[in-house]
């Protein structure tokens, strides 16, 4: 993508209106080249088509108004600054308020022309409407006609305009030669893709919104294709026959460790187990996901699958995303198969914390004296090597990086095979983007016995209800846990009415449960000290856990039957049910009550989905609908990099189209010239993230 003189890898500094001042600013926003600032696309549009009199203001729509500025006020309310002013034009004037843009007071000027795009709302003072949700705002000259249209607005700081914005884009594609197209033009016709260039131009300034369509679907292709094509070279290397291991029938080994379990498997435990074990058998290496829901007893299929291994003479190692994880399969797994003579051991940082211990381990791992290794990403440090390592499972995958999970694959000569685990379950969409190189197994069904959750939303002024029901529970003999989003009070939530774990904790322990043994656990604390509260309440000894997330994924406490969320609308519903998922282990009844006293209705209907549904699935896609993969899984924990302009949800046509068309390209071998320049093109968009994960 480059011509001679103008260089997309070139600083941004200097193109139109942006100094030294602004480029640094723009770093925040991850801009440092001219590339990423035309990659930098716009997050929505708008339609600056119909200018909207002052006097016709409607209440509550999206309008555009033009006029000028008087009687520019400030105060201040608890620390937020709001600026009022008034704009009229010949029609009338409206009452303008901008809230903690502080900045603005120095911008603003009486007598200055602007162009507003806001929403009017009722205003008691003013007792008429004032425009108080200012979306954007252009300066204009005295006699300057306004641009309509379609008008892009970027993700932004507070300090950079999205005039600054607008400027610099034009002024860039002006100067910009015309892009080289990076795809075959066979795709292009079959796809019926517009052409790379003028999409890029046209995603920024549209014709039309029709144009904006196209122009979209093509950069979405773009990406989707790029990242499918990776996927799928990662999976064709894997694929050598030459290179994977066949492991043996399951024996006598794997029939006892199956005997040994104090349960049966249920259908799909075993018919996921038959999946799992033809594919180690076969001399292809398995690369398989298993998603199931939390509780659905998937560590039992990892159990099997790292019996089997053994039984093959191998090595496995097991990777989980916490200590306390590490330590409860450790646990599980040496009681289990310590009488089977299958040496199991721990590597986390307990083990690694002086180098004596943590060379001792190593030394263990790489003379073949254990046989099953349970890990953090202590596993993935150098200076690990396995003598023959056979299996590799990783727990709760989206927790690692594609990187990081092949990482642990080249630890041994061997080409071991993969299993990978999540409770997380993960729209088929998303699978295809993130896991596009994996074969996909299903739990759906649950172990029997289990008494459904049963889910309540209560408000903040029931909360001592709430703790008294909590009380009986626990006086009844059972556990219970607290879930608080939030360590201490950070400077940004002095105004908002947030508890705190701390908080939460010094409350209850000191009043309600006062003579209950109570404990606080979050993740800053060191490890062995989380893994001592753990065991406590694993062993019934504590009675009342507040924790924060940390116990989010995996901990397993038969007799924890009652979880309270405080503040629950500030969780995603994944993760709430992630979190529901801790209780309703055992066969008691169960209960989950959500505390939120969040008066915003999206909230509260968000919250009430968790009420009426235990799907998953269901709630999982709603999650993304609403937050968008990024925030679902946190930023840039799938490993890979981040969709600039795809749409996991809105392109799942696109998706398949790029897979499609990837899985033809990468097959045909004459393409892999061309895939060389695809790559330059990723190395521009992606650095080395991309490199990375197809260079191995
Ligand atoms: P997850 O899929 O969330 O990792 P676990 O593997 O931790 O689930 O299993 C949850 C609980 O269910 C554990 O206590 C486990 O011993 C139990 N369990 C697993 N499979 C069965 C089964 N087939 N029958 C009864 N209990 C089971
Ligand atoms: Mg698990």
């Known amino acids: ?62 309008v555009l108004v033009i006029g000028r500025l008087s009687g520019i006020t400030s105060r201040e309310v608890r620390g937020l600054t709001i600026i009022n002013a008034i704009l009229s034009d010949e029609t009338g004037s409206i009452k303008l308020t901008w809230f903690n843009q502080k900045y603005l007071l120095t911008k603003l000027k009486t007598g200055m022309r602007l162009l507003i795009v806001g929403k009017a709302k009722f205003d008691r003072w003013a007792d008429g409407l004032a425009i108080s949700q200012i979306q954007s705002f252009t300066i204009l000259d005295a006699d300057e006609e306004p641009t309509l249209g379609i008008v892009p607005v970027y993700a932004s700081t507070a300090s950079i305009t999205q005039g600054t914005f607008r400027t610099a884009m034009k002024s860039l594609l002006t100067k910009m030669p015309p892009l080289k197209e990076i795809l075959p033009q066979e795709i292009l016709t079959t796809q019926n893709l517009m052409p790379l260039d003028r999409a890029m131009r046209a995603v920024h300034f549209p014709k039309s919104f029709s144009e904006l369509d196209e122009a979209r679907r093509r950069l979405a292709f773009d990406e989707l294709f790029l990242i499918q094509c990776g996927l799928m070279l990662i999976k064709r290397q894997t694929q050598d026959e030459r290179l994977g291991i066949s492991h043996r029938k399951d024996g006598a080994l794997v029939k006892a460790a199956l005997a040994k379990l104090p349960f049966d498997l249920t259908g799909d435990q075993k018919k996921v187990f038959r999946a799992v074990s033809k594919d180690m058998e076969d001399k292809l290496p398995m690369r398989r996901l298993i998603q199931g829901d939390v509780g659905s007893g998937k560590t039992v299929i990892a159990l099997l699958a790292l019996v089997k291994t053994v039984e093959s003479g191998l090595q496995g190692a097991f990777m989980a995303p916490t200590e306390i994880l590490a330590n409860q399969h450790y646990e599980k797994f040496s009681a289990l198969l310590g009488g089977l003579g299958i040496r199991v051991g721990l590597l986390s940082a307990k083990v690694t914390r002086t180098k004596k211990l943590r060379e001792e381990a190593y030394r263990q791992i790489a003379a073949q004296e254990v046989d099953i290794v349970i890990g953090t990403h202590a596993l993935i440090q150098e200076g690990v090597t396995f003598a023959r390592l056979g299996l590799v499972v990783t727990d709760e995958q989206h927790r690692f990086g594609v990187n990081q999970r092949s990482t642990l694959e080249k630890k041994s000569d061997l080409m071991p095979d993969m299993l990978v685990m999540t409770a997380t379950p993960i729209p088929r969409t998303m ?7 994996l074969d996909v197994s299903l739990i759906k069904e649950l172990p029997p016995g289990r008494k459904p959750i049963t889910t309540t939303v209560k408000t ?27 360590i201490e009070r950070s400077e940004s939530e002095r105004l908002a009415d947030i508890e705190p774990a701390e908080e939460t904790f010094d409350m209850l322990s000191r009043g309600i449960f006062r003579d209950v043994p109570c404990a606080l656990l979050h993740g800053r604390m060191n490890p062995r000290d989380k893994e001592a509260i753990m065991e406590k309440f694993r062993d019934g000894e504590t009675k009342l856990l507040v924790a924060t997330t940390v116990i989010e994924v995996g901990v397993d406490v038969p007799n924890a039957c009652v979880m309270v969320i405080e503040h629950a609308e500030r969780f995603g519903l994944a993760q709430l049910h992630q979190l529901r998922g801790r209780v309703g282990r055992g066969s008691e009844e169960s209960h989950c009550i959500l505390l939120s006293d969040s008066k915003a209705s999206a909230a509260q209907t968000r919250l009430e989905t968790m009420e009426t549904t235990n799907d998953g699935f269901k709630l999982a896609e709603e999650d993304l609908k609403l937050r968008g993969p990024g925030q679902f899984f946190g930023e840039a924990q799938h490993g890979l990099p981040d969709l600039k302009i795809a749409d996991v949800f809105r392109d799942v046509e696109v998706l398949l189209q790029a897979r499609d ?29 991309f490199n990375q994960i197809v260079a191995n």
């Open 1 to 62: 993508m480059s011509i001679s003189e103008f260089e997309l890898t070139d600083s941004v500094m200097y193109v139109k209106g942006i100094g030294p001042r602004k480029a640094e600013l723009l770093k925040k926003l991850n801009i440092v080249t001219k590339y990423d600032l035309l990659t930098h696309y716009p997050r929505t549009y708008e339609n600056h088509s119909t200018l909207t009199k002052i006097r016709d203001v409607p209440e509550g729509e999206t």
């Open 431 to 437: 699978t295809l983007t993130v896991y596009g190189d």
């Open 460 to 486: 903040m002024r029931s909360r001592k209800k709430v703790y008294e029901f909590v009380r009986a529970e626990i006086m009844a003999g059972r556990q219970a846990y607290v879930v608080c989003p939030l």
């Open 661 to 689: 068309a990837a899985e033809k390209f990468v097959t045909d071998d004459e393409n892999l010239n061309y895939f060389a320049s695809l790559r330059e093109n990723l190395a521009l968009a992606y650095g080395d993230k």
